[in-house]
């Protein structure tokens, strides 16, 4: 089983609609959870971070965290073509190392 | 602002041949990575390094080395390259505490091997 589980997509999002984007995780004494963008032939940029449980706004991105069902989700509201990219979960794991998912491609439609 | 600076962009290297991939950092952190990116697998750790000549395998550390003889540079080499070694290989560097909000990623560098 992989640390850190994405959906692969393309997850396509019509133009101003809301994209969803899941993650989940094994090791249940992580602490910290992380969503990058990464634009094709790019390097990942960092988004959101988010501790606890609950939600986290910045902007047109919520991280929504679960501990408790080790579950992590990222919400893009009012998605725009520029949205359109790579979007990695990344989890600080119990050794202190960053496990990342394989990523899930979303797709904004004008 | 941090930069991490990969020597190569793209390289195109034949299968047998030694391959050097070079990183270096300006923020004198203590930690440095080598990743490999491929479709449908993120990112997989190759290995890592907290201080100067000290080295750590990370998840896929089978056909690569590294050596960081200096805290700005840290090397990753493929001693003899083959055909699924061909991917996108990011470095990267942080703080002594990795966090996924202190770790910088350099620009990549595309390796094609045939």
């Not at chain 1, 991105?61 to 979007?87: C, E, G, H, M, W």
């Not at chain 2, 000290?54 to 540079?73: A, F, L, N, T």
């Not at chain 2, 620009?107 to 094609?112: A, V």
């Amino acid at each position: 089983q992989k640390e850190v589980e994405q959906n692969s997509g393309p997850l396509s999002v019509p133009e101003g609609a809301i994209a969803s984007l899941n993650c989940t995780y094994s090791d249940r004494v992580s602490q910290s959870f992380f969503w990058y963008r990464q634009y094709s032939g790019k390097s990942p940029e960092l988004i959101m971070s988010i501790y606890s449980n609950g939600d986290k706004e910045d902007g047109r991105f919520t991280a929504q965290l679960n501990k408790a069902s080790q579950y992590v989700s990222l919400l893009i509201r009012d998605s725009q073509p520029s949205d359109s990219a790579t979007y990695l979960c990344a989890v600080n794991d119990s050794w202190g190392k960053l496990q990342f998912g394989a990523g899930t491609q979303v797709v904004v439609t004008p | 602002d941090v930069k991490v600076t990969q020597s190569s962009r793209y390289l195109v290297k034949r299968t047998g041949e030694k391959v050097f991939l070079e990183c270096v950092q300006d923020m004198d952190h203590e930690n440095m990575f080598w990743y490999r990116q491929d479709p449908g697998l993120g990112l997989r750790l190759i290995y890592f390094s907290y201080d100067v000549k000290m080295k750590e395998k990370g998840d896929i550390p089978e056909g690569y080395s590294v050596s960081r003889e200096k805290k700005e540079r840290f090397s990753l080499i493929l001693e003899s390259a083959s055909t699924n070694q061909t991917s996108m290989y990011l470095c990267a560097s942080s703080p002594i505490v990795i966090s996924g909000n202190t770790i910088y990623f350099g620009e990549g560098s595309w390796l094609t091997v045939v």
